[in-house]
T-cell receptor
Framework: KAGVTQTPRYLIKTRGQQVTLSCSPI?????VSWYQQTPGQGLQFLFE???????NKGNFPGRFSGRQFSNSRSEMNVSTLELGDSALYLC????????????FGQGTRLTVV | AQSVTQLDSQVPVFEEAPVELRCNYS??????LFWYVQYPNQGLQLLLK??????LVKGINGFEAEFNKSQTSFHLRKPSVHISDTAEYFC???????????FGRGTSLIVHP
């Protein structure tokens, strides 16, 4: 079956702009999580959606937001981009229970200039 | 809150030598443990997981890990590494009742010919 698909793979934006990233989970998976990965901070959890509801949230400013659609596809939005937002953004999908593994997409590399 | 410590940020090793990547987690009544691998410009791929049962867990690509409750450790081992094992390795822990795993900072495994 198809894996987790993230689009676009690469993105270059200017400071102050906003950006929307997309994630299509594995068919049947209802949980989608987003992570920010940087060399300095490692993997940091942004938020998790389950059945269109935000179930968990990490410690990020309100500029970072997300949503999940009825088909479980998820989008993440970052407004008023800052240079420090440059990172690899990873999406992971799972069935939604705590013991099941997360399947990761290849990520979106965002560069803010 | 759960925390995960990967004791080595970088582990250099020669091809065909054995390797151990160390991971410690904070104590929890029930915990599920995972090791993921990330190749350059890719997402994370599950190597193995411990949910319950035998403390020695075998995963893909010849890796194995041992769950040690008394030492709160979950070290990853491989008896003979290949050049293709060069990658970033992440240990993750999931406490009972939580849906979001906590990731360590990662260990860069560098295999030299």
């Amino acid at each position: 079956k198809a894996g987790v698909t993230q689009t676009p793979r690469y993105l270059i934006k200017t400071r102050g702009q906003q950006v929307t990233l997309s994630c299509s989970p594995i068919s049947g998976h209802r949980s989608v999580s987003w992570y920010q990965q940087t060399p300095g901070q490692g993997l940091q959890f942004l938020f998790e959606y389950f059945s269109e509801t935000q179930r968990n949230k990490g410690n990020f400013p309100g500029r970072f937001s997300g949503r999940q659609f009825s088909n479980s596809r998820s989008e993440m939005n970052v407004s008023t981009l800052e240079l420090g937002d440059s990172a690899l953004y990873l999406c992971a999908s799972s069935l939604g229970s705590g013991t099941t593994e997360a399947f990761f997409g290849q990520g979106t590399r965002l560069t803010v200039v | 809150a759960q925390s995960v410590t990967q004791l080595d940020s970088q582990v250099p090793v020669f091809e065909e030598a054995p390797v151990e990547l160390r991971c410690n987690y904070s104590s929890s009544v029930s915990v599920y443990l995972f090791w993921y691998v990330q190749y350059p410009n890719q997402g994370l791929q599950l190597l193995l997981k411990y949910l319950s049962g035998s403390t020695l867990v075998k995963g893909i690509n010849g890796f194995e890990a041992e769950f040690n409750k008394s030492q709160t450790s979950f070290h990853l081992r491989k008896p003979s590494v290949h050049i293709s094992d060069t990658a970033e390795y992440f240990c993750a822990a999931l406490s009972g009742g939580s849906y979001i795993p906590t990731f360590g900072r990662g260990t860069s495994l560098i295999v030299h010919p």
